[in-house]
C-alpha cells in the first residue's frame, strides 16, 4: 500500500476570501463551492489540491501543519506575499538557506525559502 497527497486542507471560520486569496497566490483555480462551507483550489503546478472549510471556533495557536513554499526569488516573493494580505512573522537564516516565516489572512503560518 502507499498513499498520495490528494488534498491540504485548511478550517477556517469564512473559506470563501481564504480560498480566493490562496488561489491567487498559487496560480489556482477554485474547481468547487459547496454552498459556501468547502472550497476546493486546484493547484497549476502540483498534483493535489487545497481545500478551505468552514468550521464554527477557529483554532487557537500555531497551527501544526504548515506549508513550506519555495521560490527563485525569495525577498521579491515575500514582498508580493505581504503586499497581497500576508504578514511577515519572521526571518530565518541557516548557513547559505534562507527562509521567510508568515501568516495569511487567517493567521495560518507558511514558509517561503530559496530554490534549493
Known amino acids: 500500500m502507499t498513499l498520495t497527497l490528494g488534498m491540504i ?3 477556517t471560520t469564512d473559506p470563501g ?3 480566493h486569496w490562496w488561489a491567487a497566490q498559487v496560480d489556482g483555480t477554485i474547481v468547487e463551492e459547496n454552498d459556501g462551507w468547502f472550497y476546493v483550489v486546484a493547484l497549476a ?3 493535489y489540491r487545497m481545500a478551505f472549510q468552514k468550521i464554527d471556533d477557529p483554532t ?6 504548515h506549508l513550506d ?3 527563485g526569488d525569495l525577498d521579491g516573493e515575500v514582498a508580493r506575499l505581504v503586499e497581497a494580505g ?3 512573522v519572521e526571518q530565518h537564516t541557516m548557513g547559505d538557506f534562507r527562509w521567510v ?3 495569511d489572512p487567517d493567521g495560518n503560518v507558511f ?3 530559496g530554490s534549493h
Open 9 to 11: 486542507t485548511f478550517d
Open 45 to 47: 503546478a502540483a498534483p
Open 111 to 113: 514558509c517561503v525559502s
Open 86 to 88: 500576508a504578514r511577515e
Open 69 to 71: 513554499m519555495t521560490t
Open 17 to 19: 476570501p481564504l480560498a
Open 101 to 103: 516565516t508568515l501568516s
Open 60 to 65: 487557537s495557536g500555531k497551527n501544526r501543519v
